[in-house]
């Protein structure tokens, strides 16, 4: 029994390896990222009624939300702006990563205390392992000591996403593969979404004058496609790269049908999708690096105390925002694995 489960750590490490070297690019890249594409901000909160906070959070505590005011959602975007370029030059980044990664836990649960649901979970994942990885060891200013337990929290971030697809995609299994071509699952879906959450695709309103083939297709497509992560991921790297690129083009057309972004998603599957590209030795020019995030940094936070809105999430341009990425991140992901087909 230890020989199969140590058989099957192996073979998650070895499907979801990534350099040192590739980790540490990843970082600036990831930081870049949040920095001019995709930057949290909390600020909008304190314009919401303070009656509205469900609270469900904190009651088993007996607790509540207190009215915490401008201020403090001002403190949370200094904060969120200023660790992540930290983040980005790698000055003492881990110590930086975990203050973004707290802001961010905090500001994400006030939101979820609305009633939100975001799609958040895997975003911090990434964090949280790649705070305890050695990305912030090499391609730094200030670098941090190695841990050496890199290989093993890459493993455990694969994990993350497995299991997390395999626990939404289990319910799907169990109530949308019912060869029923009355029912479907996905307009089901599609309906709450646009209902309750406002969700407006590029091309859903289409939807329900889709085929009910094509719509039940749709429901058995969805949840094989989820429950089989973990699956893959133990087949082997090749398996594991081709089920994510197959998650980006599912993400794409989540995008495009249902309007739900998906956006943060988007570093969690190019960490994995571009490391064979990323794994190399490559001559940074500091200076400038350090001159354009700097400049980028003091410019958010001007517009941060002009309380200029910098959120995106509620705008159809963030729509077509993800949808470039999501094509510019398939596209690339083929491009490499062709390549690296043709080398081996």
């Known amino acids: 029994m230890i020989r199969f489960l140590s058989?099957?750590?192996?073979?998650?490490?070895?499907?979801?390896?990534?350099?040192?070297?590739?980790?540490?690019?990843?970082?600036?890249?990831?930081?870049?990222?949040?920095?001019?594409?995709?930057?949290?901000?909390?600020?909008?909160?304190?314009?919401?009624?303070?009656?509205?906070?469900?609270h469900t959070w904190l009651e088993v505590f007996g607790l509540s939300i207190p009215d915490l005011g401008y201020p403090f959602y001002m403190m949370l975007d200094i904060l969120?702006?200023?660790?992540?370029?930290?983040?980005?030059l790698g000055i003492r980044a881990r110590l930086f990563g975990s203050i973004f990664l707290l802001v961010n836990v905090i500001g994400y649960s006030?939101?979820?205390?609305?009633?939100?649901?975001?799609?958040g979970g895997l975003w911090f994942a990434l964090l949280l392992c790649f705070i305890l990885s050695d990305w912030s060891t090499r391609n730094a200013i200030l670098p941090d000591r190695k841990w050496r337990i890199h290989k093993t929290i890459i493993s455990i971030l694969a994990i993350c996403i497995g299991f997390g697809f395999l626990t939404a995609g289990i319910p799907k299994v169990l109530h949308w593969v019912d060869f029923d071509m009355q029912s479907s699952g996905v307009i089901k879906w599609w309906l709450s979404g646009l209902l309750t959450e406002s969700h407006a695709g590029v091309f859903d309103i289409h939807m329900g004058r889709a085929p009910s083939i094509i719509l039940e297709g749709l429901d058995y497509v969805a949840s094989i496609f989820e429950v089989s992560s973990i699956i893959l991921l133990l087949m082997g790297r090749r398996y594991w790269r081709f089920w994510l690129i197959v998650a980006s083009i599912f993400h794409l057309s989540n995008c495009v049908l249902f309007g739900i972004t998906f956006i943060s998603y988007i570093p969690v599957y190019a960490c994995f999708l571009l490391a064979p590209y990323l794994d190399k030795e490559i001559n940074i020019r500091w200076k400038a690096l350090t001159t354009?995030?700097?400049?980028?940094?003091?410019?958010?936070?001007?517009?941060?105390?002009?309380?200029?809105?910098?959120?995106?999430?509620?705008?159809?341009?963030?729509?077509?925002?993800?949808?470039?990425?999501?094509?510019?991140?398939?596209?690339?992901?083929?491009?490499?694995?062709i390549k690296n087909r043709s080398l081996s």
């Open 80 to 88: 969120v702006i200023v660790s992540i370029t930290l983040v980005i």
């Open 292 to 337: 354009i995030v700097l400049l980028a940094m003091v410019f958010k936070l001007v517009l941060t105390f002009l309380g200029v809105n910098m959120l995106l999430k509620e705008s159809v341009w963030n729509i077509y925002l993800a949808i470039i990425f999501w094509i510019a991140l398939i596209v690339s992901s083929i491009k490499i694995t």
């Open 110 to 119: 006030i939101e979820n205390s609305l009633g939100k649901i975001n799609h």
């Open 7 to 54: 058989h099957i750590i192996q073979r998650i490490r070895l499907s979801s390896e990534i350099s040192v070297e590739a980790s540490s690019i990843f970082r600036i890249l990831f930081g870049l990222w949040i920095l001019f594409i995709n930057t949290p901000t909390y600020r909008w909160l304190a314009e919401v009624p303070h009656k509205l906070y469900h």
